[in-house]
């Protein structure tokens, strides 16, 4: 029997707020900004099917290992791996998976606030008129104004990065309840209004078709669709397992992982759908990149009606989503520092948070001054940015390597009775879910990896 622990951090109110919080964590820019622009890079249907299945096969047995895995520690992802590791008497070096996370969690925040400063900066745009009446070279030529200035790009960043430590610094009940409850459902009403902008511009159909028929595909881009849907779900990196641990040994961790999973996927499929028909009636390149988003909203705004106001309530909706999954980067890393350092929560939140934003100039940069400076690691990527080098290492290296091993902790370290005891589901479910996690799971990330650096 595991000793009785309580986090020292506080615990949500009841399930419902759980949920909300691990959803407000994985819808963010994922979901509407970057899961757009690398489905059209990756040629659409196909990498769309992938990801599907991995939200399936791997994303959701994995959040479910990290949940539970989080409220049996009940501390921060690192402290969690240590104690879980003695419970379990086994090797406490799995504690580098909790470090791991840590890094992640430091490196994808740095560049997620500077597009979640895009989108700031896009609220004021929009409110601004701007995009009354806009073309496709209207609005290409406005984001490239905005990414070309790395002053501006530098002060969204920085308001972005204080918004995100304030929320942390207030902690568990004041501050992460509060920002996540009634925004998501509001943001999804908006998708749903672009999508039926979408509906009228008569290209509706030839975008759905771009995004669910299959076509060829090569092993880099499954290993983006795999990467894609760990940070999605915000998976692999301890955000998902230290909002576990603030949760109360009663709820059930199944049902919230598939429902966090769905409302996350549908956001996404929304987001696609609103996105490519407006590609598609601009004669826009469907892999036009990181500036999809921004180049293709404004024209809805600019045509339907109302379109500012529904511009300045959408881009400020993004901005919440992101800000709510922002907090839950730097959370194992808050939540550690107070642990080990006994420091407030005010401390370590200013200490990190100012860390990260240092680390974020190098994305700020990426998109101007050192647009030019580009990295290639042989077998993985060529040529890419600080910023693109980071998005790549983080989600599609780190993440899945992180998940990895989460799986492998619960379903070959821990003992069947300590998941069993957490996850107290039916008979048949955790059967499945043991099946998945300790072999389905495993091998699939280890194939994918091997299929991206062609070595099968
Ligand atoms: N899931 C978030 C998104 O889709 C990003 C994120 C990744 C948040 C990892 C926390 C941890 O925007």
């Not at 399936?56 to 290992?65: N, R, S, V």
């Not at 209207?138 to 960043?157: C, K, M, Q, T, Y």
């Not at 990467?227 to 915000?234: D, E, I, V």
Request: net charge neutral.
């Amino acid at each position: 029997m595991a000793e009785k622990r309580i986090s020292i951090h506080g615990q949500w109110t009841n399930r419902t707020v759980f949920i909300l919080a691990a959803t407000g964590s994985a819808v963010g820019l994922g979901n509407v900004w970057k899961f757009p622009y690398i489905a059209g890079e990756n040629g659409g249907g196909t990498f769309v099917l992938v990801y599907l299945l991995c939200i399936a096969l791997i994303g959701i047995p994995i959040m479910m290992a990290e949940i539970l895995i989080g409220r049996r520690g009940k501390q921060s992802p690192i402290n969690t791996m240590t104690a879980l590791a003695k419970e379990e008497k086994r090797n406490p070096g799995w504690v580098w998976l909790g470090w791991m996370g840590v890094v992640a969690g430091f490196l994808i925040l740095s560049y997620y606030s500077v597009i979640a400063g895009w989108a700031m900066s896009y609220v004021f745009r929009t409110a601004g008129g701007m995009f009354l009446g806009m073309t496709a070279d209207g609005a290409n030529s406005i984001f490239s104004d905005l990414v070309s200035d790395p002053e501006r790009l530098l002060a969204w960043h920085t308001i972005f990065m204080v918004m995100t430590m304030i929320v942390v610094a207030r902690g568990v009940k004041k501050g992460l309840e509060r920002a996540v409850t009634l925004l998501m459902p509001l943001l999804f009403g908006l998708l749903v209004l672009i999508v039926i902008y979408s509906m009228t511009t008569g290209y509706f159909m030839q975008g759905v078709r771009f995004l669910f028929t299959p076509g060829p595909i090569d092993g880099k881009a499954i290993l983006i669709a795999m990467g894609h849907a760990f940070f999605t779900l915000s998976l692999g990196m301890g955000a998902i397992m230290v909002y576990g641990s603030y949760l109360s040994d009663e709820h059930s961790i199944t049902e919230a992982s598939i429902l966090i999973a769905l409302a996350d996927t549908t956001v996404a499929l929304l987001a696609g759908m609103a996105i490519f028909p407006i590609v598609f009636a601009n004669g826009l390149e469907p892999g036009s990149g990181p500036g999809l988003i921004f180049q293709t909203l404004p024209i809805a705004f600019g045509h339907m009606q109302g379109g500012t106001l529904v511009g300045v309530i959408f881009f400020t909706l993004l901005v919440f989503a992101a800000w709510t999954s922002a907090i839950s980067l730097i959370e194992p890393a808050v939540a550690y520092l107070v642990e080990n350092k006994g420091v407030n929560r005010i401390y370590a939140s200013v200490w990190i948070g100012g860390f990260t934003w240092f680390v974020g100039l190098g994305t700020v940069f990426s998109f101007n001054i050192w647009e030019d400076k580009t990295l290639t690691i042989p077998y993985l990527f060529e040529n890419l940015t600080f910023f693109d080098t980071l998005d790549y290492l983080t989600a599609n290296i780190m993440l899945p390597l992180g998940g990895l091993f989460i799986a492998l902790f619960a379903a070959w370290v821990m003992r069947k009775e300590s998941t069993q005891q957490e996850l107290k589901t039916y008979p048949v479910i955790y059967k499945v879910w043991r099946f998945l996690v300790r072999y389905i799971t495993p091998v699939a990330v280890i194939v994918v990896f091997l299929k991206a650096v062609d070595a099968i």
